[in-house]
């Protein structure tokens, strides 16, 4: 790989003799990876064989197509190794409240919500307009329950949650140098300046992420980067500037090493956060840290998030009466409409003022006149061991099912809304009249299956 002459003199500075094994790793094929979604059962095991990542049980190597089966159903979300750690570390426990202020395209978020496992609050955010709808499908793909979807800058996020959230990941932007393997183009962009201005942008973010952490919580920072500007040397600068913030230290095992003082001002302590070079461990690079705040009494909190409307009667019953019959149960307890649009949202949330909600919570249906149409988002949320009316499909219907065709069953079962399964996972909701299933696939995601990927 032609790296850029800049980058070989300064990692040639810095690593002495390591320098060689460093470059000769960019002439080696990156390294793919796939996270299993904890809330599914039943996967097959050439999904579960596959060599484990040591540091996270969830991962394994290897890849799965974006037009499979177990990538539409949320069964697995594809991840490189060393990106895995950061979730890893992160370990927020059941009932945390969470933030990841740059979330899209969703690796992170899902692994944080797969820890979650559906309870707490995971409040997920992303700056950019067109980047925060990616990070909305994967957040629907992967099913997850408890996630609030904003798209807003750190500095107006803030004084809405101040000293509120138990963990913040700031999965900061980057130089993208641990990119450059997997995405030569990552190259084109990179300079000895374009370092210089990511570590501005990120003690800009920093500067508003701490301020986020409630007292005794923790903040994650991480980037796949190997730069020292926007790695240690930042570490070094919240240390010096927030007294009540210190590292702790961080589990390292499958060849993840100390970070390395010396790259900034010497203060032992910065040990304590994580390297990831590809030379040295099966994954891409990236440096996590994470910091922890003192013990103190946190600032209150102003008002009660506003986030739609109650339901009307009529609408309360339209869904209950679906959840009864179609979901069997009715685990969703706050409700509210945004148009025609019902969505079960955190509780407790403070005033968030003028936010740009992109999400509320999780996506239940839509009211229709007087009927209730369930949501895609739904189906890849429920359990189907625990749903009543469910019906089994062949791999030949679910590719006309992703492909957005109606497809005829053998024979006709009770008409209504089914959550259509295949090999076991969820993969929508579609209504059965006579003999035909309709197709309730989301247009903007239909694809087609070709004969040699099935
Ligand atoms: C490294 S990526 C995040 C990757 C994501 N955490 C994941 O695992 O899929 C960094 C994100 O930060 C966003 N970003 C860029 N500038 C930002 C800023 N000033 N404040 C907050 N986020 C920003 C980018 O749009 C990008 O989506």
Same mark, same amino acid.
């Given at each position: 790989?032609?790296?850029?002459?800049?980058?070989?003199?300064?990692?040639?500075?810095?690593?002495? &003799?390591?320098?060689?094994?460093?470059?000769?790793?960019?002439?080696?094929?990156?390294?793919?990876?796939?996270?299993?979604?904890? *809330?599914?059962?039943?996967?097959?095991?050439?999904? +579960?064989?596959?060599?484990? !990542?040591?540091?996270?049980?969830?991962?394994?190597?290897? %890849?799965?197509?974006?037009?499979?089966?177990?990538?539409?159903?949320?069964?697995?979300?594809?991840?490189? &190794?060393? *990106?895995?750690?950061?979730?890893?570390?992160?370990?927020?426990? &059941?009932?945390?409240? !969470?933030?990841?202020?740059?979330?899209?395209?969703?690796?992170?978020?899902?692994?944080?919500?797969?820890?979650?496992?559906?309870?707490?609050?995971?409040?997920?955010?992303?700056?950019?307009?067109?980047?925060?709808?990616?990070?909305?499908?994967?957040?629907?793909?992967?099913?997850?329950?408890?996630?609030?979807?904003?798209?807003?800058?750190?500095?107006?996020?803030?004084?809405?949650?101040?000293?509120? /959230?138990?963990? !913040?990941?700031?999965?900061?932007?980057?130089?993208?140098?641990?990119?450059?393997?997997?995405?030569?183009?990552?190259?084109?962009?990179?300079?000895?300046?374009?370092?210089?201005?990511?570590? %501005?942008?990120?003690?800009?973010?920093?500067?508003?992420?701490?301020?986020?952490?409630?007292?005794?919580?923790?903040?994650?920072?991480?980037?796949?980067?190997?730069?020292?500007?926007?790695?240690?040397?930042?570490?070094?600068?919240?240390?010096?500037?927030?007294?009540?913030?210190?590292?702790?230290?961080?589990?390292?095992?499958? #060849?993840?090493?100390?970070?390395?003082?010396?790259? *900034?001002?010497?203060?032992?302590?910065?040990?304590?956060?994580?390297?990831?070079?590809?030379?040295?461990?099966?994954?891409?690079?990236?440096?996590?840290?994470?910091?922890?705040?003192?013990?103190?009494?946190?600032?209150?909190?102003?008002?009660?998030?506003?986030?739609?409307?109650?339901?009307?009667?009529?609408?309360?019953?339209?869904?209950?009466?679906?959840?009864?019959?179609?979901?069997?149960?009715?685990?969703?307890?706050?409700?509210?409409?945004?148009?025609?649009?019902?969505?079960?949202?955190? $509780?407790?949330?403070?005033?968030?003022?003028?936010?740009?909600?992109?999400?509320?919570?999780?996506?239940?249906?839509?009211?229709?006149?007087?009927? /209730?149409?369930? $949501?895609? $988002?739904?189906?890849?949320?429920?359990?189907?061991?625990?749903?009543?009316?469910?019906?089994?499909? +062949?791999?030949?219907?679910?590719?006309?099912?992703?492909? #957005?065709?109606? /497809?005829?069953?053998?024979?006709?079962?009770?008409?209504?809304?089914?959550?259509?399964?295949?090999?076991?996972?969820?993969?929508?909701?579609?209504?059965?009249?006579? +003999?035909?299933?309709?197709?309730?696939? &989301?247009?903007?995601?239909?694809?087609?299956?070709?004969?040699?990927?099935?």
């Amino acid at each position: 790989m032609n790296l850029p002459d800049d980058f070989i003199t300064k990692y040639q500075r810095l690593l002495g &003799p390591a320098a060689a094994e460093f470059f000769a790793s960019f002439d080696t094929p990156s390294l793919s990876g796939y996270r299993v979604n904890p *809330a599914h059962h039943d996967l097959p095991t050439d999904l +579960t064989a596959p060599e484990t !990542v040591p540091y996270e049980p969830l991962g394994h190597l290897g %890849t799965v197509g974006g037009r499979t089966l177990m990538h539409q159903s949320g069964a697995v979300y594809s991840q490189e &190794p060393s *990106a895995m750690f950061v979730g890893a570390t992160a370990a927020p426990q &059941p009932g945390d409240k !969470v933030l990841d202020l740059c979330a899209a395209p969703g690796g992170k978020t899902t692994h944080l919500a797969s820890y979650l496992q559906g309870t707490g609050l995971l409040v997920t955010n992303e700056i950019n307009r067109k980047r925060v709808k990616v990070l909305a499908e994967n957040v629907e793909r992967f099913g997850v329950r408890s996630a609030l979807i904003l798209n807003e800058s750190p500095d107006r996020l803030s004084p809405v949650f101040p000293d509120y /959230f138990d963990k !913040v990941l700031v999965d900061a932007p980057c130089s993208g140098e641990g990119m450059f393997r997997k995405d030569p183009d990552a190259m084109s962009y990179w300079s000895l300046d374009y370092v210089q201005e990511c570590a %501005t942008r990120q003690r800009e973010i920093m500067t508003e992420a701490l301020k986020m952490v409630k007292p005794g919580g923790q903040l994650i920072y991480s980037t796949c980067t190997f730069a020292p500007e926007e790695d240690e040397q930042m570490m070094a600068w919240v240390l010096e500037n927030y007294p009540d913030f210190h590292l702790t230290p961080i589990t390292k095992v499958g #060849g993840v090493v100390d970070a390395r003082p010396e790259w *900034a001002d010497g203060n032992p302590e910065l040990k304590k956060a994580a390297r990831l070079f590809p030379h040295l461990m099966k994954g891409e690079g990236h440096f996590v840290a994470k910091l922890e705040r003192d013990a103190g009494e946190a600032a209150p909190l102003h008002g009660v998030a506003k986030l739609g409307t109650p339901l009307t009667g009529d609408q309360r019953k339209l869904w209950q009466d679906f959840a009864q019959h179609v979901l069997g149960s009715n685990d969703f307890t706050d409700l509210v409409t945004v148009k025609d649009q019902l969505f079960a949202v955190p $509780a407790g949330l403070p005033n968030l003022k003028k936010c740009h909600v992109f999400r509320p919570g999780l996506h239940l249906g839509t009211f229709k006149k007087n009927r /209730f149409e369930p $949501a895609y $988002a739904l189906a890849l949320a429920s359990d189907p061991q625990r749903v009543t009316q469910t019906l089994a499909i +062949t791999a030949e219907q679910w590719r006309a099912w992703v492909h #957005g065709e109606t /497809f005829t069953l053998a024979t006709a079962p009770q008409k209504g809304w089914y959550l259509l399964t295949c090999a076991s996972q969820p993969v929508g909701f579609g209504k059965v009249v006579g +003999t035909t299933v309709k197709n309730f696939f &989301p247009k903007g995601l239909r694809f087609t299956v070709y004969d040699n990927e099935m």
